[in-house]
């Protein structure tokens, strides 16, 4: 049995108007865990939190970007020269999108021809593609977004499965990629009546988080009406409707996934919104 998983929120912000003000970072989060450590969505920010919170992007073995928009891929080239040791070796895996691989018709590639030669294993990733990195598996999940081609993740591990929805809306059947998780990390840009097509707001996560019953959520990526409604409100109001422990993430917040579920902040912005959860 090994000794489980750390989910560490190097950012926790989402959407235009928190990016270009840092309200909250957009760093992303990293994974870390026996044999694995792993980056996604690495946004504006990410390498210098990631070095300032002590966690070298030179130990990154795995770098995944959920879709084409700046605050989930924009430091994913300086994480991949992390990554290949300067880009002297090649090593790592990237998985995303084919828009973020190729470009699509909504966006040029996201990273260069010069980047992607020098990772290892790359994995074009679209709903139900699986992959390993270490001893996990990963399965590709749904997102339906302004991104067409946009995906969440789902970690399989031995100490049980946890997953990440990426910026996504509520649809139909998103709940069948989702169940029996330990841990649910929801983008949840909107507070509750602020709807938004192609993204997620309270009202949604609580429809996703009732279909899906998770050990414990997380909502993380908030938007900048989210923030100024005030994400521990949303929270609370999101446990209320279902009975799922849920935080809202602040910045340097870990997750850790072991026997149990545990939620420990770190100093960072939003720290007094934390509180209350401790
Ligand atoms: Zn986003
Ligand atoms: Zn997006």
Same mark, same amino acid.
């Given at each position: 049995?090994?000794?489980?998983?750390?989910?560490?929120?190097?950012?926790?912000?989402?959407?235009?108007?928190?990016?270009?003000?840092?309200?909250?970072?957009?760093?992303?989060?990293?994974?870390?865990?026996?044999?694995?450590?792993?980056?996604?969505?690495?946004?504006?920010?990410?390498?210098?939190?990631?070095?300032?919170?002590?966690?070298?992007?030179?130990?990154?073995?795995?770098?995944?970007?959920?879709?084409?928009?700046?605050?989930?891929?924009?430091?994913? @080239?300086?994480?991949? =020269?992390?990554?290949?040791?300067?880009?002297?070796?090649?090593?790592? /895996? &990237?998985?995303? +999108? *084919?828009?973020?691989?190729?470009?699509?018709?909504?966006?040029?590639?996201?990273?260069?021809?010069?980047?992607?030669?020098?990772?290892?294993?790359?994995?074009?990733?679209?709903?139900?593609?699986?992959?390993?990195?270490?001893?996990?598996?990963?399965?590709?999940?749904?997102?339906?977004?302004?991104?067409?081609?946009?995906?969440?993740?789902?970690?399989?591990?031995?100490?049980?499965?946890?997953?990440?929805?990426?910026?996504?809306?509520?649809?139909?059947?998103?709940?069948?990629?989702?169940?029996?998780?330990?841990?649910?990390?929801?983008?949840?840009?909107?507070?509750?009546?602020?709807?938004?097509?192609?993204?997620?707001?309270?009202?949604?996560?609580?429809?996703?988080?009732? @279909?899906?019953?998770? =050990?414990?959520?997380?909502?993380?990526?908030?938007?900048?009406?989210? /923030? &100024?409604?005030? +994400? *521990?409100?949303?929270?609370?109001?999101?446990?209320?409707?279902?009975?799922?422990?849920?935080?809202?993430?602040?910045?340097?917040?870990?997750?850790?996934?072991?026997?149990?579920?545990?939620?420990?902040?770190?100093?960072?912005?939003?720290?007094?919104?934390?509180?209350?959860?401790?």
């Amino acid at each position: 049995m090994s000794s489980g998983f750390r989910l560490i929120f190097l950012g926790t912000g989402g959407g235009r108007f928190v990016t270009i003000t840092q309200k909250r970072r957009t760093a992303g989060i990293r994974i870390i865990g026996e044999d694995l450590n792993l980056h996604l969505d690495p946004g504006p920010g990410a390498l210098v939190h990631s070095i300032e919170e002590g966690l070298n992007p030179q130990n990154v073995r795995a770098l995944l970007v959920s879709h084409c928009h700046p605050d989930h891929y924009t430091d994913a @080239e300086v994480f991949i =020269e992390a990554m290949t040791r300067g880009m002297t070796r090649k090593q790592g /895996l &990237l998985a995303a +999108p *084919k828009g973020v691989l190729h470009g699509s018709e909504v966006c040029e590639a996201s990273i260069s021809r010069y980047h992607r030669q020098m990772v290892e294993h790359e994995i074009q990733t679209r709903p139900g593609v699986q992959f390993e990195v270490g001893r996990i598996k990963v399965l590709t999940t749904e997102a339906r977004h302004t991104d067409p081609d946009a995906v969440g993740f789902r970690f399989e591990t031995e100490q049980g499965d946890f997953a990440y929805t990426s910026d996504t809306e509520y649809f139909g059947d998103i709940a069948k990629y989702y169940q029996g998780l330990r841990l649910l990390a929801l983008c949840v840009m909107r507070p509750s009546g602020k709807p938004w097509k192609g993204h997620m707001s309270t009202d949604d996560a609580i429809k996703i988080l009732s @279909e899906t019953r998770p =050990e414990r959520a997380v909502m993380t990526h908030l938007g900048m009406r989210m /923030l &100024l409604q005030g +994400p *521990k409100k949303e929270a609370q109001l999101i446990m209320e409707k279902t009975g799922v422990p849920t935080v809202a993430a602040v910045d340097g917040m870990i997750v850790r996934i072991a026997e149990t579920v545990t939620v420990q902040a770190r100093k960072g912005r939003g720290q007094e919104d934390f509180e209350n959860f401790l």
